[in-house]
């Protein structure tokens, strides 16, 4: 495959995860094609050498891992983890606005931290979780759902009524951002909107529909631009990228040592501090499960975390082509030249000289350039899963990922290039 041909298949990726839910549910389903078994966290787990797995959590986070070998106290886990979800907006209960008698629109909150003014004028879908009425009342059943159209919009105030747009605009959340949903009339009426349009498109009773988490996305597809097709043009690549790469790896891998994990979590985007989020023991519960299930002592199991590596994945800040002082002066990542290093003082990044010597290492084996980001002194940069995620395995981690531009906008844009070259440095993590 090259590099052009696994951009294109990311972007199918994408386009088939408007949420978190739906990165699992396509995860899912790219996982069973490579006969990977999924496991029931609320029986035993049958784990065997040369066993594909996964597990999922919230419907929204996915742990898949394969066991090389038995060896784990000496060879550990190779870990690479990323996240599912993105900035976006969620809708609210009780969410049908009736405006000015005529429209009909829908009351929303936000999710993280977008670039709030890339999402007007855009047709929007929605997609999400619905949660279905079954005789247990504590097992409720889940279902998927995408309305699969462009529903809704969030329109813009005319310059004429807002001269000083340009010189910079402060947009009410509450105000500014509520999606238009169309024009009330005989057939479309503001009562249970929401709720009928789920009826249809699952072809349930509405009394059944107990309460949903529903988000709204850019419905048009990515695409690859340039001069030279050398773009990828889409949202979510932060950080969906990197779970494709992770997820393409660890199918591909023919590693033979340990075991070889991938970890996608949610909520990255406000902070991790879910029971699917990173600051949680999930992932140190599934490896002390695996380690059960493989006849290890608890002293084995810490023996092998200890004898284990992590890959924390997340997207990068390339240098702007418009805006080049916003950098550091003498680490400067762009776009095509291969996977970013992130390193920061106060530990923003996991990154230190030992883990980062390893990463360095597994790119020159890969035939991969590598570059390094630092945040100049005076600017307050972001954070990703690692320094969260080393809070419950305290083992060695490099933080990484793929320069772009435009993150957090509806429509980031990264490297064709780059999106290979990190695969290749996963495929060659899982396989030494």
């Known amino acids: 495959m090259n590099s052009k041909k696994f951009a294109k298949n990311l972007i199918d990726f994408i ?8 990165a699992v549910s396509t995860s899912k389903e790219l996982l069973d094609a490579n006969g990977f078994i999924e496991l029931d966290s609320c029986k035993m787990w049958d784990v065997k050498v040369g066993g594909k797995y996964y597990i999922t959590k919230n419907s929204s986070a996915i742990v898949a891992f394969t066991v090389n070998s038995d060896n784990i106290e000496k060879e550990g886990f190779r870990i690479i983890g990323s996240h599912s979800d993105s900035p976006s907006f969620r809708i609210k209960p009780n969410a049908e606005i009736e405006a000015e ?29 619905v949660i279905i009425r079954t005789d247990n009342i504590l ?11 462009p529903i809704c919009i969030i329109p813009n105030l005319a310059i004429h009524m807002n001269r000083s747009v340009n010189e910079g605009y402060a947009f009410n ?29 699952l072809g349930i009773d509405i009394e059944d529909i107990i309460d949903f988490d529903l988000f ?11 001069a030279n097709e050398e ?35 949610d909520n990255e985007e406000v902070g991790s501090s879910t029971k699917q989020g990173a600051d949680s023991n ?69 990154s230190d000289a030992y883990s980062i010597s390893i990463y360095k290492s597994i790119c020159e084996q890969s035939g991969v350039k590598y570059q390094e980001f630092v945040n100049r002194s005076d600017e307050r940069g972001g954070s990703t899963i690692g320094p969260i995620s080393s809070t419950h395995i305290d083992i ?26 990190i695969y290749k440095t996963f495929h060659k993590f899982y396989d030494i």
């Open 101 to 129: 008698k005529s429209y009909l629109k829908l009351n929303t909150e936000c999710y993280g931290g977008p670039i709030l003014s890339t999402w007007l004028d855009r047709p929007l879908g929605v997609a999400g979780r």
């Open 15 to 22: 386009y088939n995860s408007p949420t978190a839910f739906h």
């Open 216 to 226: 709204l996305y850019e419905f048009e597809k990515g695409c690859l631009m340039g």
């Open 282 to 350: 999930m992932l140190l519960n599934i490896l002390e499960r695996i380690c059960i299930a493989l006849g290890k002592t608890r002293e084995e199991f810490f023996t092998s975390i200890y004898s284990s590596f992590m890959i924390s994945s997340d997207l990068a800040h390339a240098v702007h082509p418009n805006i080049p002082e916003k950098h550091d002066p003498t680490n400067r990542p762009v776009m095509g030249k291969g996977p970013v290093i992130k390193i920061n003082a106060n530990q923003a990044y996991t």
């Open 173 to 201: 959340k509450q105000k500014d951002l509520l999606p238009l949903v169309g024009l009330l009339n005989d057939s479309l009426e503001k009562d249970n909107f929401l709720l009928k349009e789920l009826q249809n498109r």
């Open 396 to 421: 060695p981690s490099v933080d990484i990922g793929t320069p772009i531009l435009a993150m957090h906008s509806i429509r980031e844009l990264g490297s064709v290039d780059d999106h290979y070259s």
């Open 139 to 149: 097992k409720p059943k889940e279902v998927i759902v995408n309305l699969d159209k």
């Open 231 to 265: 773009f990828i043009s889409s949202g979510r690549l932060d950080n969906l990228a990197m779970a494709h790469a992770s997820l393409n790896a660890l199918i591909n891998a023919d590693g033979n040592k340990g075991i070889n994990i991938v970890a996608v979590f």
